[in-house]
């Protein structure tokens, strides 16, 4: 009795932490956002808040929903013309995540993004489905609320949807790849030279974007050198770094993004993201996807060799499932019993 009850007194606290946790880490980067705000101080192209609420919903499970409305709420109460609005903005920006969550569960998702098919759910369920709840929410409440005009309507949803989208597809596989993410076992140095080869790449590719040339499409090379070598472990956090030196280009007014209106900008901008995101994610899990199944071709073929190899010694002992070459005990070989 006594160790149950200290068991439940344990998980709660520990359930309690998690949702101060996500509260916190969906603050923060919702005041961080916010400095590359472009409409009315709340909207803006890359909202990394949805990319950590997804991403804590699918590590955590839905116990953690409270931290989202909680930090959703902190986020917009300074920032909301009234306080109904405020609810109903923090009500979308609750419900949008959990949608995400839900139909991700229901198409067997893998945290660990190792399928072609985690990726399509990701793009197209948890991303592009599930944030029409937010933007939809959060646009109808300040048009209700008297700040947006029916013509701003459409225009603010767009941006709404397609910030907390990209947020989603830029912010969530990297959370997830980087709860899963281990150190290779005794890489050569040649691995290690790569890796900070391309951090490099990017950091100049970053300084390149931000000035005052138009070469946004410098970062494509990168995220395909970094999903072909790393997989998804370095193409995520490179989509990331790409994407944001892009938003940075974008509010500077620089490279691409000088001499046009605010529409302009953000058609090319989110183009732009959702390309890199989308580069990065498909061909990360593809490439990740094929060499899985070169090692379970290579291991099956292994198997068919030493059955084969056994066979032809005259051993019919069956061989348990499991057994690998490496730690396979040497046959015991019976006398064939001559007709």
């Known amino acids: 009795m006594a160790d149950a009850r200290h068991q439940g007194l344990r998980r709660t606290g520990l359930a309690a932490l998690q949702i101060c946790l996500v509260a916190g880490l969906y603050y923060g980067a919702g005041r961080a956002g916010l400095l590359q705000q472009l409409v009315r101080g709340q909207v803006t192209p890359l909202w990394p808040p949805s990319g950590i609420a997804v991403a804590s919903l699918l590590l ?32 979308g920006n609750t419900l949008a995540p959990v949608c995400s969550y839900v139909l991700l569960r229901c198409t067997g998702f893998h945290d660990e993004l190792d399928r072609l098919r985690d990726a399509l759910a990701l793009v197209f369920l948890g991303a592009f489905t599930g944030m029409l709840v937010s933007a939809t929410t959060g646009s109808g409440s300040l048009l209700l609320a008297g700040v947006l005009s029916a013509d701003g309507f459409w225009p603010t949803w767009w941006v709404w949807w397609t910030g907390d989208a990209m947020g989603v597809l830029v912010v969530t596989p990297f959370l997830l790849v980087l709860r899963s993410a281990r150190l290779p076992r005794h890489p050569p140095p040649s691995r290690w030279a790569e890796a900070l080869l391309l951090v490099a790449a990017t950091v100049c590719v970053g300084f390149i974007e931000t000035s005052g040339t138009p070469l946004l499409f410098l970062g494509f090379p990168l995220l395909i050198w970094a999903a072909f070598r790393f997989q998804l472990a370095g193409a995520a956090p490179c989509a990331l770094a790409v994407s ?85 005990q040497p046959a015991r070989h019976r006398p064939t019993p001559r007709p």
């Open 60 to 91: 955590c499970g839905p116990r953690v929903w409270p931290g989202v409305a909680l930090g959703a709420f902190l986020v917009n109460i300074g920032l909301g013309p009234s306080l109904p609005a405020v609810l109903a903005i923090t009500a």
């Open 244 to 328: 944001t030196f892009a938003i940075v280009t974008a509010t500077r007014g620089a490279g691409p993004f000088a001499g046009h209106d605010l529409l302009t900008d953000m058609i090319t901008l989110q183009v732009f993201n959702g390309s890199a995101a989308l580069t990065a994610l498909l061909l990360g899990t593809v490439i990740s996807e094929r060499q899985r199944t070169e090692r379970e071709i290579t291991r099956a073929c292994s198997q068919l060799a030493r059955m084969a190899a056994r066979i032809a010694t005259g051993d019919r002992q069956p061989m348990l499932p499991g057994q690998d070459g490496e730690h396979e």
